[in-house]
């Protein structure tokens, strides 16, 4: 059986694997990307549509504690995305492994960006913009790693809840505002933590910005189409989740949505 079957099959049952970086000390980040996209094509070919990408460790504040210095990324499915018509959901934990809570800005794509584009020039190509949250997961245990095997684990990618879209036609100061951008994360009306849109790698927008550049270099192969969503890494740290909790957001930009989200067993 291959990396990517035994990632696929890890997947399905929320099952532990060994770390490939541990096995082979050569596993790097083009072989890690050479196996998302073995697993790409097991996805699509089992009848999963891939809606988009997701982005992560663009937050500088969380790279010492996990190990990974650098932003990844990984496709997102029809399978795993949902977008809210309000501004509630409820997940169930039982299919994800050691599953995490990201809010996130994300953002849907009217027309495909080329690498090299400045923030005006890739703001164009957006359709809207929305807060959401992502649910992170992994297969290898406590949540250690390195970046390649990260790659190869779907980017940690689990869920994806976006919020009420908001049309970017119109706001002029998108990336300065989103940028700006404060949050507040809580847990069964508890403050867990509070953080600023700048601390993904300069304000979402930018972050977009990097990784269609890094995407361009590193997977060539993989496109951004019209319609397409991109979410851009947490604002906060990842926060463990147990069944029967309630999250929620409060954001300082009355533009986006505030979250609620209850996990289930």
């Known amino acids: 059986?291959?990396?990517?079957?035994?990632?696929?099959?890890?997947?399905?049952?929320?099952?532990?694997?060994?770390?490939?970086?541990?096995d082979d000390a050569g596993f790097d980040l083009p072989a890690a990307f050479g196996v998302a996209e073995h697993l790409?094509?097991?996805?699509?070919?089992?009848?999963?549509?891939?809606?988009?990408?997701?982005?992560?460790?663009?937050?500088?504040?969380?790279?010492?504690?996990?190990?990974?210095?650098?932003?990844?990324?990984?496709?997102?499915?029809?399978?795993?995305v949902q977008l809210l018509d309000g501004a509630e959901a409820q997940v169930a934990l039982a299919p994800l492994s050691q599953p995490r809570l990201e809010p996130e800005v994300v953002f849907g794509f009217a027309t495909t960006p080329r690498a090299g584009m400045d923030l005006e020039a890739l703001r164009g190509c957006l359709d809207w913009v929305a807060h959401?949250?992502?649910?992170?997961?992994?297969?290898?245990?406590?949540?250690?790693?390195?970046?390649?095997?990260?790659?190869?684990?779907?980017?940690?990618?689990?869920r994806l809840f976006i919020g009420?879209?908001?049309?970017?036609?119109?706001?002029?100061?998108?990336?300065e505002d989103l940028a700006a951008l404060q949050?507040?994360?809580?847990?069964?009306?508890?403050?867990?933590?509070s953080g600023r849109g700048v601390i993904v790698l300069d304000g979402p927008l930018n972050a977009l910005r990097l990784w269609v550049d890094a995407m361009a270099l590193h997977t060539p192969a993989w496109h951004i189409a019209p319609g397409d969503v991109?979410?851009?890494?947490?604002?906060?740290?990842?926060?463990?989740?147990?069944?029967?909790?309630?999250?929620?957001?409060?954001?300082?930009?009355?533009?986006?949505?505030?979250?609620?989200?209850?996990?289930?067993?």
């Open 164 to 175: 009420p879209r908001r049309s970017v036609q119109g706001w002029d100061m998108l990336a």
């Open 1 to 22: 059986m291959t990396l990517a079957q035994q990632l696929l099959s890890a997947l399905d049952t929320a099952s532990l694997l060994p770390l490939p970086s541990r």
């Open 40 to 80: 790409r094509q097991l996805r699509i070919a089992r009848g999963e549509k891939p809606l988009g990408y997701k982005i992560g460790f663009t937050n500088r504040g969380i790279w010492q504690r996990y190990g990974v210095h650098a932003p990844i990324w990984g496709p997102v499915w029809d399978s795993t």
């Open 183 to 193: 949050l507040g994360l809580s847990c069964d009306d508890q403050l867990k933590e």
């Open 132 to 158: 959401g949250f992502e649910i992170v997961h992994t297969h290898f245990d406590n949540w250690r790693f390195t970046a390649p095997d990260t790659v190869a684990d779907f980017a940690l990618h689990g």
């Open 230 to 265: 991109v979410t851009t890494g947490t604002i906060t740290d990842a926060w463990p989740l147990l069944p029967g909790q309630c999250w929620t957001t409060v954001l300082s930009d009355v533009r986006l949505a505030p979250l609620t989200l209850r996990t289930l067993a």
